[in-house]
């Protein structure tokens, strides 16, 4: 049974314009989350993280959106760019599990110039 | 350095060889993992050690024995896998704490893509 999922296998975006990529997770116990990003042949790469004490966490063209009621987190990249084409990682994890993260299969973004 | 440095970056090995993947940071880092990626699939963690020592075995099978010489160092020894077993094997570290989400923050290496024949 998926803890975390990403529903959307892909997603296609002009570039310039917003991307909303989403997750939802079933764990009422996750308590930290976070997005990476994933080019191919590398490792993942952390993006940025929220915890759920917290709404809303921004970095520059990053913004991540935790709904705790709704078990629902967004990551928003605006404005989009060609590199941030990619494959995009939720991830969840309880306190204390220190570093057993459950990663959503993943939403590959594809930025079109 | 910010960097999670793993080789080989590409193995092939037969179901009888035995061969050993390498991990390395220099970040201070205190905890350090082995994840396994399938094609298409998320991450799945399979060890994690603290302070050098054994923390997590997420019910991994014996062909896979992983080891920590020192806190800057992560093997994982292979022997009589499975064409099943190939994969992307990502090796991480982060910070060790007490009551600190952000010791969740991963720095994740390139991996090595594993091939068994």
């Known amino acids: 049974d998926q803890q975390v999922k990403q529903n959307s296998p892909s997603l296609s975006v002009q570039e310039g314009r917003i991307s909303i990529l989403n997750c939802d997770y079933t764990?009422?116990?996750?308590?930290?989350f976070l997005w990476y990003k994933k080019y191919p042949a590398e490792g993942p790469t952390f993006l940025i993280s929220?915890?759920?004490?917290?709404d809303k966490n921004e970095d520059g063209r990053f913004t991540v959106f935790l709904n705790k009621s709704a078990k629902h987190l967004s990551l928003h990249i605006v404005p989009s760019q060609p590199g941030d084409s990619a494959v995009y990682f939720c991830a969840a994890s309880a306190g204390g599990s220190q570093g057993n993260l459950i990663f959503g299969k993943g939403t590959k973004l594809s930025v079109k110039p | 350095d910010t960097e999670v440095t793993q080789t080989p970056k590409h193995l092939v090995m037969g179901m009888t060889n035995k061969k050993s993947l390498k991990c390395e940071q220099h970040m201070g880092h205190r905890a350090m993992y082995w994840y396994k990626q399938k094609a298409k699939k998320p991450p799945e963690l399979m060890f994690v050690y603290s302070y050098e020592k054994l923390s997590i075995n997420e019910s991994v099978p014996s062909r896979f024995s992983p080891e920590c010489p020192n806190s800057s160092l992560l093997n994982l020894h292979l022997h009589a896998l499975q064409p099943e077993d190939s994969a992307l094997y990502l090796c991480?570290?982060?910070?060790?704490?007490?009551?600190?989400?952000?010791?969740?923050?991963?720095?994740f290496g390139s991996g090595t893509q594993l091939s068994v024949l």
């Open positions: 929220i915890s759920s004490i917290k």
């Open positions: 764990n009422s116990m996750f308590d930290y």
């Open positions: 991480a570290s982060s910070h060790l704490g007490h009551g600190d989400a952000t010791n969740e923050k991963l720095f």
